[in-house]
C-alpha cells in the first residue's frame, strides 16, 4: 500500500543496512515526519547517502543502495522496544510490509526485507541482452537475479504449472513498461496472453505462450545414431528425424529444425545440451511405438530432459526427465514478452504478486516506464511521475522520429518506382510509334513516284492509242 508519511509519538521505522562484506550493520533509526515526501527527505539525510530514498511512479517508498548490501527494515517504539502497535503505525506511514494482523501479540511486528542485486547498465547505452552460455542453465540466470532475453527486447519467461496458469492475477500485479497490466480474464495461459496484448498499444510489447526444455546430451551416445532408430512424437506428430550413422549433434539440431513446420518446435545447440523452444505454448514429447531413438539403445537414451517452472517465491522449480523414461513429457507453457519497438523491456511486479503466475522477474525497473509508447496516461502530479513523463515522451519521439525516417525512406523507394515506371513507360509509347505509326516523309515520296509512274503510263498508252488512229486515216485518205 502507499503510505501517509506520518511516524509520530516516538515510533520509529528502524532500517538496517547489512554489509555485503560481513564487515557489520548499519542501524538507522527515522521518526518525527508528517508526509510522504518529508519521510524521503528525512531517510535520505539520516542515512548519509548511504541509501537513497524516493517515491516510484505509484506513489511507494523505495529505498535502495548501490553495494548490493540486504536492507532489513521494522519498527521500533519510542523506547527502542518491537511492539504490535509500533508495526502497525509504521506500516501506515511507509507501506513497508511491518505488521501481521493475523497474529497475536509482539508476533505482528515482523519485518520486511530486500537482498542485494546485481543491476547491469551500459556504457554507451546499448540496449543489454543476456543469454545463457554453453555450460549456463536458468537456475544459474536466476541466481544472478537474470532471466534469458535472447534478442534486444525480448524477455523469456519460465513454465507456468497448470494450476498456476489457471490462477487469475490479482490487481497491480504486473506492469510492462509502465502500464498496468489489468487482470481480466487471466484464468488460463491464453488469457494472460492477451491481457498482455491488449495493453501492446501503450506498452509497445506483445505475449505470446512459450516453453522451452533442455536436452543434454552429456551421456547420450550419438554414434548409436542411425536411420533405424531415429524417431520420436514431437507435439503429437510422429517425427522421422532422416538421421544416419555419423551424424553429431549438428545433425541432430537441424533434424529438429526441418520439421519446426509441423511440430511448432526449434532447435539450437548449446555446448552439450540441445535447446528446443516452442513459441505456440507447451512442448510435448513422447517416444515413438517403433524405432524410438529414445528407447534403451537408441543414441539419445542416456540423455536428459530439463525444464524449469516458477513457485510462488519466484524460486525455480527443475523438472528433469531420462529419456528413457520420457514416454509422455509435458513442458509447460509460460509468458514471452517481446517489443515492438525493439526497446528494452521493463517489468515491475506488484508487492502481492505471486510469481508463480507470472514466470517473470523483474526488469529495468527503474526505467519508470520510458520504454513504452503511451503519452495520453502520463501524469505530472509528482516529480516521479514527471520524470517518468519525459521519458515516455522521449520515447514517443524517437518513435515518431523512426516511422518518420522509414516512411521518407518509402517515399523515396516510391518517388524511384515511379520515375523508372515513367520511363518505361515513355520508351514504350516511342517503340509503338515506331512500329505503329506511318513515316510521313517516305509515305510522301511513295505517293508522289506512284502518281508519277501512274501518269507517265497513262500517257505511253495514250501514245500508243494515238499512232493506230494516225495509220487508219492514213489509209482511209
Known sequence: MVGDGVLENGNKLRITVQASDGSGNNVFNITGTKSMQELVDKINTVTGGVLRADLDSRGFLAISNNTGSSIVVDAVDSTGAVTAAASALVERATGFDVHDGTLVGTAQAISDSAEGQIILTSVHGDPISVSIGATGTVETLQNLGFRETGDVGTVKGVGLTSAAAATRWNVGDLTINGVQIDNSDTESMQGKVNAVNRHSADTGVVANAYASVALDLSNADLTALSANTDSLVINGVLVDLGLVSGDTSTQLVDAFNRNTDRTG????????????????????????????????????????????????????TTSAWAATSASSLTVEAGL????????????????NANPGTLGLMEANSTAQGRFGTAIASVSIDT????QKAIGVIDNALDTINNIRADLGATNNRLDFTINNLMSVTENTAA????????????????????????????AMLAQANAQSQQVLQLLQG
Open 336 to 351: 514471452k514478452l517481446s517489443s515492438t519497438n525493439g526497446q528494452p523491456i521493463s517489468i515491475e511486479l506488484g508487492i
Open 431 to 458: 517503340a509503338r510509334s515506331r512500329i505503329m505509326d506511318a513515316d510521313f516523309a517516305a509515305e510522301t515520296a511513295a505517293l508522289s513516284r506512284a502518281q508519277v509512274l501512274q501518269q507517265a503510263s497513262q
Open 265 to 316: 518446435v526449434t532447435a539450437y545447440l548449446s555446448g552439450t545440451r540441445i535447446m528446443l523452444e516452442s513459441d505456440q505454448g507447451s512442448i510435448q514429447i513422447a517416444a515413438s511405438s517403433a524405432n524410438s531413438i529414445l528407447s534403451s539403445g537408441g543414441a539419445l537414451s542416456g540423455a536428459v530432459f530439463t525444464s524449469y517452472v516458477s513457485d510462488s517465491t519466484g524460486a525455480l
Open 383 to 386: 516529480a516521479a511521475n514527471a
